[in-house]
């Protein structure tokens, strides 16, 4: 079936490690993103990518860092400089041009860090 | 910069009910497109609808409806007859394309839970 896997669900971080969620589509979408969700903010962006090897910075980009090598996959690392990395990470990926089509969610990974 | 209203935290109506959601948007594009979508306890996002801003049709899916006023920059959603099944949070989006496609921004969203 086509879709948008993460992995992983559920991963537990111990403050000052970096820790990588991983993204990975099968729809030959372009596009590419990642939000954050926290309880009563909605979804924040936090990177996007039209195409393979680019990639901006959303509204919320410190702390982040992302790739984008392969059209499938575009990870994001959460770094030791995010202050407030508890939170609900959600990929998603569009067809068509930023902005003009629907956007595939995957179905999330949660990051709590202790 | 654009910005997504969804001034309803959370409501609750009794199975059968109808509901309105709320949403206002604010964007100084001519160009712009709309959306709904749900998001179930699992987490997973639905997409429900998407609307441009040439298009003031009203739109009626079953029991889903959306009401699109560009005259007070409105895009409301209406569950007619409310089942369980609905409890969920609602986003409305926006993303403006006119000079510079920019991704979707979303509201906070609307957690609406549907009693039995």
């Known amino acids: 079936d086509g879709g948008i896997t993460q992995s992983p669900k559920y991963l537990f971080r111990k403050e000052g490690q970096n820790v990588t969620l991983s993204c990975e589509q099968n729809?030959?979408?372009?596009?590419m993103y990642w939000y954050r969700q926290d309880p009563g903010q909605g979804l924040r962006l936090i990177y996007y990518s039209q195409i393979v090897n680019d990639f901006q910075k959303g509204d919320i980009a410190e702390g982040y860092s992302v790739s984008r090598e392969k059209k499938e996959s575009f990870p994001l690392t959460v770094t030791s400089a995010q202050k407030n990395p508890t939170a609900f990470y959600l990929c998603?990926?569009?067809?068509?041009?930023?902005?003009?089509?629907?956007?595939?969610f995957g179905e999330g990974s949660r990051l709590t860090v202790l | 910069a654009q910005k997504v209203t969804q001034a309803q935290t959370e409501i609750s109506v009794v199975e059968k009910e109808d509901v309105t959601l709320d949403c206002v948007y604010e964007?100084?594009?001519?160009?712009?497109?709309l959306f709904w979508y749900k998001q179930p306890p699992s987490g997973e996002l639905v997409f429900l609808i998407r609307r441009n801003s040439f298009d003031e049709q009203n739109e009626i899916s079953g029991r889903y409806s959306w009401n699109f006023q560009k005259s007070t920059s409105s895009f409301n959603f209406t569950i007619t007859a409310s089942q369980v099944v609905d409890s969920a949070v609602y986003f409305c989006a926006l993303s403006e394309v006119s000079r510079r496609n920019t991704p979707l921004v979303f509201g906070k969203g609307t957690r609406l839970s549907v009693i039995a």
């Open positions: 729809l030959n979408h372009d596009a």
């Open positions: 964007t100084r594009d001519t160009t712009y497109y």
């Open positions: 998603a990926s569009s067809i068509q041009q930023i902005g003009r089509g629907e956007l595939f």
